[in-house]
């Protein structure tokens, strides 16, 4: 551990974790090959070159590895958590000793450590944001704006957050560009789905080591998340009711043989809860009176807002934490309801996020738009933007391959035919 490293600002829990940190960094980097190509092109043409990139992501061994692509193009990062307990103390004691990365990120911070660490990733003046969830992104432009003329451009990872900037931007109150990374095709079909499909049951479990196999599952929100997780959840031999408030959503997850119904009806029949609507209070006190002793209700959506944890802590008689995790509330009938990480994203506080292999699409998207914005940023305007469709389609293609997978090419005849309204019946 070299000194002069540990000597850049930071605020990290314990620097002795590192070498788990880096095990288990370099674990998830086997399952990243996408990075490990765009890393390899970044070190040659190093087209972050000069860029101060404040980075506001899950700190977990998959963002440690964006880390180091970022790195390899010539900017200089900077990191902090985008939820306090998605954080991973050994990735974060990793990142400062093994590779001078300026991190400010502790498990279980409170709001206003939180912020703190916020600020400080942006005290070095960034020129490019990175944001999951726009917390960064929102605190640049309440708090910090001094520092806005000298940002080109930024990126934002979920669903949430990009419903933000819309609104900002709708607002008149966005300053800058930023790139919708959530939106790519080969972000939220992948990771929203599979891979929040897969580590939300894996929280769950984790934290629960509960059966699902004949227990009913009520999902609320059948987007990309909500999908993937009850088409898991049905795959272990749950019961799956889906919750919607878009009738073509309603109707989909119906005609994908889920039962629909509103969450009123749901709250009695349900054993576990998932939320995943980027909405607040879709669980409500009202609800979790009405519910089984013993009912599990989590969230996997991005704020702690989809649970009404005030209200459930205000109607409960008392409540004891009964394993890591799980707070179990007694309600005034004596019944049990089970509240998991704090009703925040229960895949990253109870497990580690989604696999590397499915944050390897999103992050090489996070990785190419911020070669974009260097490119393009003085082509484009204050507003929300796309991946641009070459860029989600190379990520698409550097996939396959990795996957030893290859596609037919439209041949000239095929590509006329398309083009073409001539041929008939
Ligand atoms: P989405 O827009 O595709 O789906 C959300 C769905 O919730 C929509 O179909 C909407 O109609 C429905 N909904 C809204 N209010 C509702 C209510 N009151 N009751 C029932 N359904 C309701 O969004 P998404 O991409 O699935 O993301 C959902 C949330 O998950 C967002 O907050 C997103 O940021 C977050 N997210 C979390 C992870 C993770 O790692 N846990 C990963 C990706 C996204
Ligand atoms: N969001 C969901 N899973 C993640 C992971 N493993 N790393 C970073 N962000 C994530």
Redesign the pocket.
């Known amino acids: 551990m070299s000194a002069k490293r540990l000597s850049i600002p930071l605020d990290i829990a314990d620097i002795n974790l590192a070498n788990e940190g880096k095990r288990r960094t370099e674990w998830a980097a086997s399952e990243m090959p996408v990075l490990a190509r765009l890393t390899d092109e970044f070190k040659q043409s190093k087209p972050l070159k000069g860029q101060r990139i404040a980075a506001c992501l899950h700190v977990t061994t998959e963002t440690a590895n964006l880390m180091l692509v970022l790195k390899a193009g010539g900017a200089e990062v900077r990191l902090c958590g985008s939820n306090p307990l998605s954080t991973q103390d050994d990735v974060a004691a990793h990142l400062v000793r093994d590779h001078g990365i300026s991190t400010f990120a502790t498990y279980g911070a409170d709001r206003k450590k939180y912020y703190e660490q916020i600020n400080a990733v942006l005290d070095f003046k960034p020129t490019i944001t990175m944001d999951d ?1 726009c917390d960064l992104v929102h605190t640049l432009h309440c708090e910090r704006r001094d520092l806005l003329p000298g940002i080109i451009g930024g990126t934002e990872e ?4 990009v419903i933000r900037l819309r609104a900002m931007a709708a607002d008149g109150a966005l300053a800058y560009p930023i790139v919708a990374v959530n939106d790519a095709d080969t972000k ?1 079909l992948f ?2 789905r599979y ?2 499909g897969q ?2 049951i894996d929280g769950i479990l984790r934290a629960t080591n509960l059966l699902l196999a004949g227990r009913t599952v009520v999902v ?7 999908r993937g997780v009850a088409m898991r959840a049905r795959g272990m031999g749950a019961i799956v009711v889906v ?4 009738p073509i ?1 309603a109707l989909e997850a119906a005609l994908d043989g889920f039962q629909v119904m509103p ?1 009123s009806k749901a709250a009695p029949l349900g054993d576990l809860f998932i939320t ?4 607040i209070n ?1 669980i409500d006190v009202a609800h979790m009176l009405k519910m089984k002793d013993g009912a599990i209700v989590c969230n ?4 702690d807002v989809e649970i009404n944890v005030g209200g459930l802590g205000a109607a409960a008689k008392k409540a004891n934490a009964s394993r890591d995790n799980v707070v179990e509330y007694i309600m005034p009938s004596g019944r049990k309801v089970r509240l998991l990480a704090e009703g925040r ?1 229960v ?2 506080a109870a497990a580690e ?2 696999p590397a292999a499915v944050m390897d699409m999103s992050f090489a998207n996070q990785a190419l738009s911020a070669q974009y914005l260097v490119k393009q940023h003085h082509k484009l305007s204050k507003g929300v933007y796309s991946v641009p469709r070459e860029l989600d389609e190379r990520v698409a293609r550097l996939k396959l391959g990795t996957l030893g997978l290859s596609i037919d090419k439209l041949s000239a005849e095929q590509k006329k035919y398309l083009a073409s309204y001539s041929h008939g019946t």
């Open positions: 969830g979920t669903t949430t957050g939220h990771d929203n891979g929040t580590s939300t609320a929100g059948y987007g990309w998340c909500g919750t919607e408030i878009d959503k969450m995943l609507t980027g909405n879709v996997s959506g991005h704020f994203l895949n990253l996020g989604h």
